[in-house]
């Protein structure tokens, strides 16, 4: 399993940006998905976006279309998530994750390594 640690959660008005990281750990080829999950207080955890590590071919959930962007550094190990256009309603802990093989899926128990997650709190 890789390693993962988040950064760059805070506090941002609705409307801003916040670019989040993920550094990895352990990776020892390129046949991994990467996403970022969320997860409210109160509520499940839910899929934002993946990326298939070796393809690049990225998916998001229909609440971010358009206003994130999941992408990789492969040179430094780094997965990131530009978030724009931030609305209050996505306030909430952001979690990387990662799986072994090409298979793309939104599923919280396909992903078996996680980060410990960042917090994100967008004000009105």
């Known amino acids: 399993q890789v390693q993962l640690v988040e950064s760059g959660g805070g506090l941002v008005q609705a409307g801003g940006s916040l670019r989040l990281s993920c550094a990895i750990s352990?990776?020892?080829?390129?046949?991994?998905?990467m996403a970022w999950f969320r997860q409210a207080l109160g509520k499940e955890r839910e899929f934002v976006a993946n990326?298939?590590?070796?393809?690049?071919?990225?998916n998001y959930g229909d609440s971010v279309k358009g206003r994130f962007t999941i992408s990789i550094d492969n040179a430094v190990n780094m997965v990131y998530l530009q978030m724009n256009s931030l609305k209050p309603e996505e306030t909430a802990v952001y979690y990387c994750a990662a799986r072994s093989g090409p298979v793309i899926t939104r599923l919280v128990r396909e992903y078996s390594s996680w980060g410990q997650g960042t917090q994100v709190t967008v004000s009105s």
């Open positions: 990326i298939n590590w070796r393809a690049g071919n990225t």
């Open positions: 352990g990776r020892t080829s390129s046949n991994y998905v």
